[in-house]
T-cell receptor, first 117, second 115 residues
Framework: EAGVVQSPRYKIIEKKQPVAFWCNPI?????LYWYLQNLGQGPELLIR????????DSQLPKDRFSAERLKGVDSTLKIQPAELGDSAVYLC???????????????FGDGTRLSIL | AQKITQTQPGMFVQEKEAVTLDCTYD???????LFWYKQPSSGEMIFLIY??????QNATEGRYSLNFQKARKSANLVISASQLGDSAMYFC????????????FGAGTTVTVRA
């Protein structure tokens, strides 16, 4: 079974430029998450999708961040314009959302390491 | 308030020895789940083990076991027979029903296995 696939693996851009990250979840996983991970810290949730619906985007800085999951499968996270403080690792995760919610682990991709110059 | 506390920023362990990583959590929910993830330097987050709040037995997965002490709100990870490949960052995380099942992570513990 293929895992969560993210691209690109690394991205270096200048501040004020736009950037986009792509994520393809594990087949059959209807729930998709985007996380931000700063160096030396645990991941922090940005947005959660159930199928194509964003059910929790309370932590997403909507002035510059946007996300979409149009067909309920793969997803794109965009930052426009990027700021120096956005340098971090952006992780995508997926899981099956069902009756036994607590014990379903989230499976993560390798992440995109973003550096802003 | 911090939901997950990992007090050990870094640990060294000799190859083939066991190591215990501490994790304490804070919740008023009766239904919650606790997870441990491993993050090597390559960056991927690898799921290791899960413990449910209603589980009476401590979870085990191969060389990983979870020492669950509900009254003390601790969920320590024990790695037995450490291997060089165990060198990584380890995160404890909790999912609460009352928090809409969001996964809250601790700050992590770096483990370095010495030959």
């Amino acid at each position: 079974e293929a895992g969560v696939v993210q691209s690109p693996r690394y991205k270096i851009i200048e501040k004020k430029q736009p950037v986009a990250f792509w994520c393809n979840p594990i087949s059959g996983h209807n729930t998709l998450y985007w996380y931000l991970q700063n160096l030396g810290q645990g991941p922090e949730l940005l947005i959660r999708y159930e199928n194509e619906e964003a059910v929790d985007d309370s932590q997403l800085p909507k002035d510059r961040f946007s996300a979409e999951r149009l067909k309920g499968v793969d997803s794109t996270l965009k930052i426009q314009p990027a700021e120096l403080g956005d340098s971090a690792v952006y992780l995508c995760a997926s899981t099956v959302w069902g009756a036994r919610r607590n014990n379903q682990p989230q499976h993560f991709g390798d992440g995109t390491r973003l550096s802003i110059l | 308030a911090q939901k997950i506390t990992q007090t050990q920023p870094g640990m060294f362990v000799q190859e083939k020895e066991a190591v215990t990583l501490d994790c304490t959590y804070d919740t008023s929910d009766q239904s919650y789940g606790l997870f441990w993830y491993k993050q090597p330097s390559s960056g991927e987050m690898i799921f290791l083990i899960y413990q449910g709040s209603y589980d009476e037995q401590n979870a085990t997965e191969g060389r990983y076991s979870l020492n669950f002490q509900k009254a003390r709100k601790s969920a320590n990870l024990v790695i037995s027979a450490s291997q060089l490949g165990d060198s990584a960052m380890y995160f404890c995380a909790m999912r609460e029903r009352m928090n809409d099942y969001k996964l809250s992570f601790g700050a992590g513990t770096t483990v370095t296995v010495r030959a």
